[in-house]
């Protein structure tokens, strides 16, 4: 089966500007989770989504958000792009199912990078 | 939240070597995992491991989760196995997307 497909695989942004990310999970995985990666902080949780309700807000500002659509499909949208901004940014699917575990399954990212 | 200790941050081998990365935490966690992180930037889930051990070819990983520890063992290292190893966990079942990374192990397998 398809793995975890995110668009665009890279992005050159001006500060100021925002920015939308998608990512397509696994057919039948109904979490997506984004992360953002950076040399600094390393590999950090911004969001979770299941069945189209964030289940789990990590500590960025209000300027990162994102939804999932009824089909899992999810979109991340930074605004008001900062320098600070430039990282890589991956999505997970997992099957999210109690009692099953949370393995999970990353796409290939986007490496944002603001000028 | 937890704090994920990985070591060491940087391992250099030669082909053929074997290897033990090892993951603390302060807490007790759930769904760990180990990763690997290819040159391209792609995370690839290589266990998941609660508890117990389990085997995939060349690799191995245990988990102790009475104290707290997870080690990942690669044998008969190939060069194809350099790049970022982490493990990650989240600190209970309600927060179980929410994982936490260590700062990863740097592994480079000369040939």
């Known amino acids: 089966k398809a793995g975890v497909t995110q668009t665009p695989r890279y992005l050159i942004k001006t500060r100021g500007q925002q920015v939308t990310l998608s990512c397509s999970p696994i057919?039948?995985?109904?979490?997506v989770s984004w992360y953002q990666q950076t040399p600094g902080q390393g590999l950090q949780f911004l969001f979770e989504?299941?069945?189209?309700?964030?289940?789990n807000k990590g500590n960025f500002p209000g300027r990162f958000s994102g939804r999932q659509f009824s089909n899992s499909r999810s979109e991340m949208n930074v605004s008001t792009l900062e320098l600070g901004d430039s990282a890589l940014y991956l999505c997970?699917?997992?099957?999210?199912?109690?009692?099953?575990?949370?393995?999970?399954?990353f796409g290939s990212g986007t490496r944002l990078t603001v000028v | 939240g937890i704090q994920v200790e990985q070591s060491p941050p940087d391992l250099i081998l030669q082909e053929g070597a074997n290897s033990t990365l090892r993951c603390n935490f302060s807490?007790?966690?759930?769904?760990l995992q180990w990763f690997h992180q290819n040159p391209w930037g792609q995370l690839i889930n290589l266990f998941y491991?609660?508890?117990g051990t389990k085997q995939n070819g060349r690799l191995s990983a245990t988990t102790v989760a009475t104290e707290r520890y997870s080690l990942l063992y690669i044998s008969s290292s190939q060069t194809t196995d350099s790049g970022v190893y982490f493990c990650?966990?989240?600190?209970?079942?309600?927060?179980?997307?929410?994982?936490?990374f260590g700062e990863g192990t740097q592994l480079t397998v000369n040939p």
């Open positions: 997970a699917s997992s099957l999210r199912l109690r009692g099953l575990g949370y393995g999970y399954t």
């Open positions: 491991i609660p508890s």
């Open positions: 989504y299941f069945s189209e309700t964030q289940r």
């Open positions: 807490d007790s966690v759930n769904n």
């Open positions: 057919s039948g995985h109904r979490s």
């Open positions: 990650a966990g989240s600190l209970s079942e309600t927060s179980g997307s929410r994982l936490t």
